[in-house]
């Protein structure tokens, strides 16, 4: 059985018929197939750079308005306007303004970022300088994880050959813009991606997250204004200055318009990037990318990553925007579709998320730090047939520790595998404790598995 | 050169002498170097992150000479230093192998069969997580996500990327590597060294020809969305239409079930995240005191 066979559900949009795959919207990964992508030569063929024409044409504020009224949505998993992210930078105060590009793209089954830089690493560029031009900066980061250096190799070329054409640097294309941009590679740290630890980080410090207010837009990198953004939510602002706001809104609804990256992975036949207009669902989704992987079906899914409340087949037809999403009890997040089917133990999942989120609780506050560890040690025990009953009620009560109560969002990023599972599969759980164990083999959830037993797979 | 075994049985709790430095010819190429990344930023300390990179492409991993040097670069104490330094993963502690495989073993690699791989390699290797063979070729660790979830299971050699491995796929890649044989990354470029990729994270870009476009564009996972998009890709088509599942990489199905993880092993054994206290290069007292050592070896 795949998920494919119950079809039809209530998509508040059109389901594409006979064609979902006509749903699809490639913008910013249009032209990763052409040769040599990732050059200036083959970006500026596909129109690269010319949404910065017209952004150094208008006034900042008119930039900053335009793309507020784009409706542009942070895509780094909070969802919160770009535009209004820029209108907050405090203007005539006479320090210098920042743009750091949040590039550590490590949220466990996020995987957008890091392909679109590898493929296009101008569409950031150029979003770049539209950006400072708007927010009148002189100096941008891009913060890069550490751990990807085929990435970091095409972010140093792409910002030479930037240089050389004279779109960074001194007086970028006559407009009386200044702007240097500096690649900056991290050292690995999954807390870094949370903003205010990344300038931390950015700082020379260990990546702890800071206390807010004040915020960044006011006392951000070394203590000026700041913006930081996600690199999909700059390497979208081209297109928008390039083919207008109305083209943009076409896209997606109302309070989340335009077009995203949705990255599926896991047990699907056909894992891989899919750019849509955000409130597409993932029936959709795997209706046009040829469903779970044969012979099996959808277990429980994340919609935006390993922090994000885990859905189960009942959620199908959730349109993955921020509202669809919000509602149905979990976020859009990263949009990192991590597919799980019935041969996969959903308390192994959880232990190895959580396993994660104390390794990387960066030990600033105490429900974090201990709580994430207490959570694994019982977890493990759980997962080994050591677990009690009285367990399950424990885990649940450290995460309500946790959640809400921690100093950042790991915190709660590590809560949410806890109650969502427990939620769902609290039946399952049960089924580990008292000595029996894990019920699961491992063996059978493997890439390769169905191509040692072919079809001794029960669906 | 300035090692004092004489000490090494003595605990008095006392303080540890400063770091040897570097002998002058090397300080004085890491000083140029340090000097233009520290130019790059607005305030010094920014440098620091690249600057522990920068004296790990020396040393291949960060020493007491190394956190002295980036202290005396940028007028902070080794333990301001030490601090940062141990608070991220990508620095290393000890003495390491030039080529460091990356096992992503975080929830989804790992039920794809990165367990499994992980599994494969430590008894093929004989080496636990963090060792180094024998012949210091190969340190072989679990690693977090790596943002590749569509290639899953993921390798990742000196920080270059191996896709959809197979327990088969990685001990070749490994035999490969302790062969000295050539070998290429299914994203990346061909592989330098550990100390030669620390160079790059410093901010030194990769001068080889042909590095930047080795490989190409877009992985096939990340361009099937677009494929679909332009209808050159058979798109699902409904109820009835399921495409089969993958093949492995090289399209060399195993014949041996996966090896590794039955489900009745003990909880300590499975290749955990957990963050157990390590040595810090300043509290480890086999550790060569100083680079010269080292490069003696």
Same mark, same amino acid.
């Given at each position: &059985?795949? *998920?494919?066979?119950?079809? +039809?559900?209530?998509?508040? $949009? ?44 208008? =006034? ?29 930078? =405090? ?12 590039? !550590? ?7 957008? !970022? ?34 990807? *250096? ?61 206390? $807010?207010?004040?915020? =960044? ?23 928008? &200055? ?34 849509? =207009? ?38 199908? !037809? ?12 979990? &976020? ?47 977890? $493990? !025990? ?6 009690? @009953? ?13 959640? +809400? ?33 894990? @019920? ?20 | ?243 089969? #599942? ?30 157990? #206290? ?9 550790? #060569? ?9």
């Amino acid at each position: &059985m795949t *998920v494919a066979a119950e079809h +039809g559900g209530a998509s508040r $949009r059109e389901t594409g018929g006979d064609h979902p795959e006509k749903l699809l919207t490639p913008v910013l990964s249009a032209f990763w197939d052409q040769p040599a992508s990732w050059t200036l030569e083959t970006y500026r063929r596909h129109e690269g750079y010319e949404g910065l024409r017209k952004a150094l044409a208008m =006034p900042p504020d008119d930039v900053i308005a335009y793309i507020k009224d784009s409706g542009l949505r942070g895509r780094g998993g909070a969802g919160f306007p770009t535009g209004m992210k820029w209108q907050f930078i =405090p203007q005539g105060d006479g320090k210098p303004h920042y743009l750091v590009v949040n590039a !550590d793209e490590s949220e466990p089954g996020t995987c957008k !970022d890091i392909p679109l830089l590898f493929a296009n690493p101008h569409s950031l560029i150029e979003g770049i300088v539209i950006a400072c031009h708007a927010i009148r900066s002189n100096h941008a980061f891009i913060y890069l994880r550490g751990e990807v *250096v085929p990435v970091l190799r095409r972010l140093h070329e792409a910002v030479r050959e930037a240089y050389a054409a004279g779109f960074l640097g001194k007086n970028i294309l006559g407009s009386g813009l200044d702007l240097d941009v500096i690649v900056h590679a991290g050292a690995g740290a999954y807390i870094c991606g949370e903003e205010t630890a990344l300038l931390d980080s950015l700082e020379g410090r260990r990546g702890q997250p800071r206390l $807010r207010p004040p915020f =960044p837009a006011v006392a951000g990198l070394y203590a000026c204004p700041t913006v930081v953004n996600n690199v999909e939510s700059i390497a979208s602002v081209p297109a928008i &200055m390039n083919r207008g706001k109305d083209w943009f809104r076409s896209m997606g609804s109302e309070k989340s318009p335009g077009f995203t990256l949705y990255s599926l992975s896991g047990h699907v036949a056909n894992p891989g990037q899919y750019e849509a =207009p955000l409130g597409i669902t993932l029936r959709q989704l795997l209706d046009m990318s040829g469903g779970m992987r044969r012979g099996h079906r959808l277990k429980f899914w994340t919609p935006g990553g390993s922090s994000t409340p885990m859905f189960t087949d009942e959620h199908l !037809d959730v349109p993955l925007d921020y509202e669809g999403v919000g509602a149905a009890g979990s &976020m859009l997040g990263t949009k990192a579709l991590q597919c799980f089917d019935e041969t996969t133990c959903v308390v192994r999942a959880v232990t190895r998320w959580t396993e994660f989120y104390a390794h990387e609780s960066c030990g600033k506050c105490t429900p974090c730090r201990e709580g994430t560890y207490w959570l694994v040690q019982l977890l $493990r !025990d759980i997962e080994a047939g050591k677990g009690r @009953p009285g367990d399950l009620d424990k885990i649940d009560d450290i995460a309500d520790n946790i959640n +809400g109560k921690s100093f950042c969002a790991l915190g709660d990023g590590a809560a949410s595998p806890i109650f969502s599972s427990l939620k769902y599969f609290r039946e399952e759980y049960e089924q580990h404790l008292n000595g029996r164990g894990c @019920p699961f083999d491992p063996a059978r959830s493997t890439l390769w598995a169905d191509n040692d037993a072919h079809l001794g797979v029960k669906a | 050169m300035n090692a004092t075994p004489a000490n090494q049985d003595v605990q008095l709790g006392m303080p540890a002498l400063p770091a040897p430095d570097y002998p002058a010819d090397v300080r004085a190429r890491l000083e140029t170097d340090a000097k233009e990344v520290i130019a790059r930023y607005p305030g010094s300390r920014s440098a620091l992150l690249p600057l522990l990179h920068l004296v790990q492409a020396e040393e291949g991993h960060v020493t007491r000479t190394g956190i002295r040097f980036c202290a005396e670069m940028l007028d902070l104490t080794t333990a301001e230093v030490t601090a940062v330094s141990t608070f991220y993963s990508m620095y290393r502690r000890k003495h390491s192998g030039d080529y460091q495989v990356g096992v992503c073993t975080n929830t989804l690699c790992a039920v794809m069969g990165g367990d499994a791989i992980f599994e494969e390699l430590k008894d093929h290797l004989g080496v636990d997580n963090g060792e180094t063979t024998g012949d210091g070729a190969v340190t072989l660790e679990h690693i977090e996500c790596n943002a590749a979830c569509d290639f899953a299971p993921v390798v990742m050699v000196n920080w270059e990327f191996f896709d959809n491995q197979t327990p088969e796929t990685a001990r070749q890649l490994v035999d490969d590597l302790r062969a000295g044989r050539t070998v290429e990354p299914t994203r990346g470029a061909p592989l330098c060294t550990f100390k030669e990729t620390a160079r790059m994270l410093a901010g030194f870009p990769d001068e080889r020809p042909g590095a930047v476009e080795a490989t190409g564009g877009a992985g096939p996972a990340s361009l099937i969305g677009l494929r679909l998009a332009k209808g050159e890709a058979a798109p699902g088509r409904g109820a009835d239409h399921v495409v089969s #599942p993958r093949t492995t990489a090289d399209s060399t199905p195993s014949d041996e079930p996966p090896s590794g993880h039955p489900a009745d092993e003990a909880p300590a054994g499975h290749p955990s995240s957990h963050d157990a #206290p390590q040595e810090t290069s300043a509290s480890d007292e086999q550790h #060569p005191s100083g680079p010269t050592a080292e490069e003696g070896e």
